[in-house]
């Protein structure tokens, strides 16, 4: 549920950055971005996942970005609502990703996650599809099949700001998955990892959303429900979910991106050749 938010937020940042590496469909406006996603996850309230390495997980999944829009910031300068929008995924590249590693800190009053990453790849060819992706196809931590090829864009921490009165809140849903059926929102925020540089690393880091905990580059508000097979397993608190929801981003203007999608294609370029 929670874990449904974020991977959103960073898919939208980078669909930014991949659209400026492909041919050129249209311009990339600077500015406040409304990003669209899909993506598929499995959540759990007592941190049962246990990801290839060991680790045990509350929440992870892998999203694709379906479309972008000019962000309209009349009447709310940090959740904007969807403008023109000037881009769609319709088959010649795409941006896709994973997210993993929260953990669910509390489920009273609300479904509460802590820490969290986000990884986002530009693939020149589309091969990840939502209806085929099922839990055993991830590799690592962070690898999937067809999801975490290609060009890595960049990697979002979560980050704290969403309760301004408890700093080791990440990640907020107001619902906590049943089996009987569940639908939720949920509202998190995140950074750019500098750490782990990608194509997309400085374009995404833009401390655009303030917070009580200091200022952050990306804004996720979703709406997350389930549960759906195959995701979930049968006789434990492990739910699948998915969503279809926005995330808010703020990117330079036009004459920085051009100069990032010369690099992407450079970087494109390159791999292809090895």
Known sequence: MLNAYWKGGLAAIALAAAIGAQAAPVPLPGGPLYIKFDNK?????SNSITA??????????????????VGDTTADPYLFDPGAQFYSQIGSGEITGIFWGATIKSTVPYLDATGG?????WQDVPNATMGGALP????????????????????????SGIDPLDPSVFIRGSVVP???GFVG???????VDTSVV?????ILDT???????????????NIYNGPIAPWSVAGTDIFGAQSTDPVRAFVPEPGSLALLGVALLGLAWSRRRA
């Open 185 to 191: 929102q949920a509202d998190s925020y995140g950074n």
């Open 178 to 180: 049943a089996s009987t």
């Open 41 to 45: 996850e499995q959540v759990s309230a």
């Open 52 to 69: 290839p390495s060991g680790a045990k997980e509350g929440n992870w999944g892998v999203f694709k970005v379906a479309s972008m829009s």
């Open 207 to 221: 401390d655009y959303f303030p917070t009580a905990f200091g200022t952050r580059d990306i804004r996720f508000r």
């Open 198 to 202: 990608g194509a997309w690393t400085a």
């Open 117 to 121: 990453f986000l990884d986002l790849y």
């Open 136 to 159: 055993g196809q991830r590799l690592t931590d962070n690898t999937f099949t067809n999801f975490t090829d290609g060009v890595f864009l960049a990697r979002i921490a979560f980050a």
